[in-house]
Structures are given as C-alpha cells and as structure tokens.
C-alpha cells in the first residue's frame, strides 16, 4: 500500500514562492514515476508536473512552465514542486500522486496513488 502525504501548501501573496512537499510511505520510491496535479473550485483536476523514476525526465503544464520545478530525492521517499512567480490562478488544491505503471505522466487516469491535498492560495 502506497501512502502519500502533501504539506507545504498555505497562503502567499501574488508574486511569491512556496514548495510543496510528497512524503512517500513506500518501500522503493524510485519504482515510481510521480506527478503534481491541482484542482481549482469548480474546475476539474488538472495535471501541473510529472517526473520520471530517476527524475532525469520532467513534464510541465504550460500554464506553469518557467516558474514551478519539480523534483525529487529517492533517497528520502520525497518528491518536491518548487512554485515561484506565484499567480491568483495557481490557487487550488495541489495533489500528489504516484504510478508502479508505465503511463502517460500527463495523465490523472495513469496513477494509481493520491495524497490527501494540500491547498495553496494567492493573493492579488
């Protein structure tokens, strides 16, 4: 059984940078290709950024290409999103989730394993 566990999320203002952090209850992280999704109010969940198994292969949105990096640390279980330039749109709850599959990282159907959420809100 995968766990997965978001924090780092809170308030900011527009222009602001926060990092997100997925802590994974897993054996072997590193058999896991993960990715960052968020869902807005009203709106469906969204794909935000992926990440291969040894992370040398990232995806990104293009809503957030040049200002989040995704990252990871297979030795600490750990998976991070480094969010700078931080606009009122990027506010929504910010998933995690983990697939042992190989699958389109884009993908929220290609993952097996959701964190609970962790919410970011930007100011204007």
């Known amino acids: 059984q995968v766990q997965l566990v978001e924090s780092g999320g809170g308030l900011v203002q527009a222009g602001g940078s926060l990092r997100l952090s997925c802590a994974a209850s897993?054996?072997?992280?590193?058999?896991?290709?993960m990715g960052w999704f968020r869902q807005a109010p009203g709106k469906e969940r969204e794909f935000v950024a992926g990440?291969?198994?040894?992370?040398?292969?990232?995806l990104y949105a293009d809503s957030v290409k040049g200002r989040f990096t995704i990252s990871r640390d297979n030795t600490k279980n750990t998976m991070y999103l480094q969010m700078n330039s931080l606009k009122p749109e990027d506010t929504a709850v910010y998933y995690c989730?983990?697939?042992?599959?190989?699958?389109?990282?884009?993908?929220?159907?290609?993952?097996?394993?959701w964190g609970q959420g962790t919410q970011v809100t930007v100011s204007s």
């Open positions: 989730a983990a697939s042992d599959r190989i699958v389109e990282l884009t993908s929220r159907s290609g993952y097996d394993y």
């Open positions: 897993v054996r072997t992280f590193s058999v896991y290709r």
């Open positions: 990440i291969s198994r040894s992370g040398v292969s990232t």
